[in-house]
């Protein structure tokens, strides 16, 4: 049977074969303890699956996440690997349906031999940490509203003694008002216990708000890297520029930001050079042959254009991607 649909696909002219997708593309980024890092694109840039390798769920097919884990703990292996946590966007999904509360909270810390006291005490002490009465610990997910069950998420995170969330969405599906209580939290977490994250967004609002800094991706290259202030000031990226013109915000609307034309390029064939090429008003020839490298055009600030290219003499050929 798989000869024959094999065979079918080839006379209709399509390869017998998956393609292959480069979800990421010779990916460099470094997270500082502490930071609090705004990874941001469109839908299908790579976002998310940066954020699961970071977090250790998938592993790279190329390349490694080099972590340096703090040299005071006296953690094992596993418990080191449980340092970094993510929080996802559904948060009933990432809840057994079946299991109270409290079992939820507790089930790693005891397999892990992490538990603080007996397992109430446990659950009571992250179930207040992410801002809930301890009672609840006795009921199941779905007595709770969106916005709870993702701080029960969070609870679960902390209950592992976290150094590290990686945020994919965390809040996307949550109503406006609970958005900024789930934030508000993520920060005085930040405060309490000095977590570092990476919060992985579409929402640049939400981002600007939460980031020490923000990295931009697209389609599976991040093209510009900076401080908060300067993203939203001086970007630099004409891919980054067309994104803040879609923020609605007052002080923006003043200013002449390019809008993104066309749609985001199929991930299995980008486009050659610099992929956002089809899309970019300032396209010019070697942007549909050269990979445009990255560059430190003020301090911290790094972008990949062939408009911060001083001369030819550093390109790239288009097969050999420089971020
Ligand atoms: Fe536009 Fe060229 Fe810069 Fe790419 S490298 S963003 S196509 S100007």
């Known amino acids: 049977k ?11 002219g399509l390869s017998p074969q998956p393609p292959v997708v480069h979800a990421m593309d010779n990916v460099d980024l470094t997270i500082h303890k502490g930071e609090v890092v705004g990874l941001v694109g469109e839908s299908g840039c790579g976002k998310s699956t940066l954020g699961r390798v970071v977090a250790g769920i998938i592993p790279p097919s190329e390349g490694d996440v080099i972590r340096h884990a703090d040299a005071n703990t006296t953690r094992s292996q596993k418990q080191a690997d449980l340092a970094i946590q ?7 999904a990432a809840l057994n349906p079946r299991m109270r509360i409290e079992d939820i909270i507790t089930e790693a810390p005891k397999t892990h031999g992490m538990l603080e006291g ?3 005490e446990h659950a009571d002490k992250y179930l207040r940490m992410a801002g809930f009465d301890p009672e609840m610990k006795f009921r199941f997910p779905h007595e709770f509203s969106g916005g709870q069950r993702q701080r029960v998420n969070i609870a679960r995170a902390l ?15 949550l109503d406006v008002s609970i958005q900024a209580q789930v934030i508000n939290l993520f920060m005085d977490l930040r405060e309490q216990l000095g ?38 000031n001086r970007p630099n990226h004409p891919y980054t520029q067309a994104l803040l013109s879609e923020i609605p915000r007052i002080e923006l609307t003043k200013r002449k930001f390019k809008v993104i034309d066309g749609e985001l390029p199929s991930p299995i064939a980008p486009p050659p050079g610099c992929h956002f090429h089809p899309r970019c008003p300032f396209a010019m020839e070697k942007c549909r042959t050269h990979v445009p490298q990255k560059r430190e055009i003020a301090p911290g600030h790094f972008s990949a254009c062939h408009l911060n290219d001083d001369t030819n003499s550093n390109l790239a050929p288009a097969n050999e991607a420089e971020l």
């Open 195 to 232: 977590l570092t994250y990476l919060f992985v967004s579409h929402d640049l609002g939400v981002v600007e708000h939460i980031s020490d800094r923000v990295v931009i991706m697209y389609l599976g290259r991040i093209v510009e890297d900076a401080p908060t202030e300067e993203i939203f």
């Open 159 to 173: 209950a592992v003694r976290p150094e590290f969330l990686v945020c994919d969405e965390s809040v996307a599906a």
């Open 2 to 12: 798989p000869d024959l649909i094999g065979k079918a696909m080839i006379a209709l």
């Open 118 to 120: 007996s397992s109430a």
């Open 86 to 92: 993510m929080i996802f966007q559904n948060p009933m």
